[in-house]
């Protein structure tokens, strides 16, 4: 049995307070509450995700552990748009080993490397359609990324949506003859697999 507890803040966090929690994204702290379990008295942080119509307790002390964090500073968040407007990294492997990375990118909660995935991904109209998967994994990085820029700069999802389009079409320009060919130069300048390791160390380094 639970019951709410009269204080609005712990470790940090406090009711009514929007966070992020990385397999579900943008959510907002409703209540603190203390519940037993096995004797033992809990105190939860209980999280509205309104975009998943879900609500989520997670324990206070283990808050940290499972990576919930404050949103994104100001400055942060141009970062991550900076890097939307960089060239797509594609990685020569099996899509199926590709997608696993995509995916464990978007639930890592680092807004860097969903923004990573929102750019690897992104078609312009000019440029050959996405696969169904590709799709799915894009639309999921776009909606992570577009609730927390939309939280931190207090506009709507679809406002966030467009300022995140608006910075990918400043990224390089290509045409349906060559988006293929730079893809694979890309790839080539790469490799060997060490320098990838290398790169993609030191861009996390500087994230």
């Not at 940090?12 to 397999?23: H, K, L, N, W």
């Not at 324990?59 to 994104?72: N, Y």
């Amino acid at each position: 049995m639970s019951s709410q507890k009269k204080a609005s803040s712990r470790h940090g966090f406090r009711t009514g307070e929007s966070i992020v929690y990385p397999a579900h994204g943008v959510g907002q702290i409703v209540a603190i509450e203390e519940q037993e379990v096995a004797g033992m008295t809990l105190e939860l942080f209980v999280i509205d995700f309104e975009k998943d119509k879900m609500r989520l307790k997670v324990p206070v002390a283990k808050a940290e552990a499972v990576g919930m964090r404050k949103l994104s500073e100001t400055d942060f968040v141009e970062r991550a748009l900076k890097v939307v407007q960089g060239r797509a990294r594609v990685k020569k492997t099996m899509w199926s080993r590709r997608a696993q990375e995509y995916d464990a990118k978007i639930n890592s909660g680092d807004l860097i490397q969903i923004a990573e995935v929102v750019r690897d991904l992104y078609r312009a109209e000019s440029q050959p359609e996405q696969s169904y998967s590709e799709r799915q994994l894009y639309e999921a990085a776009l909606g992570r990324m577009a609730r927390e820029l939309a939280a931190v700069n207090e506009v709507s999802d679809t406002e966030a949506v467009q300022l995140i389009e608006l910075n990918l079409n400043k990224g390089p320009k290509r045409t349906p003859k060559t988006a293929e060919g730079e893809a694979e130069t890309v790839v080539e300048a790469d490799e060997p697999a060490e320098a990838d390791a290398t790169a993609e160390t030191e861009q996390e380094q500087a994230a």
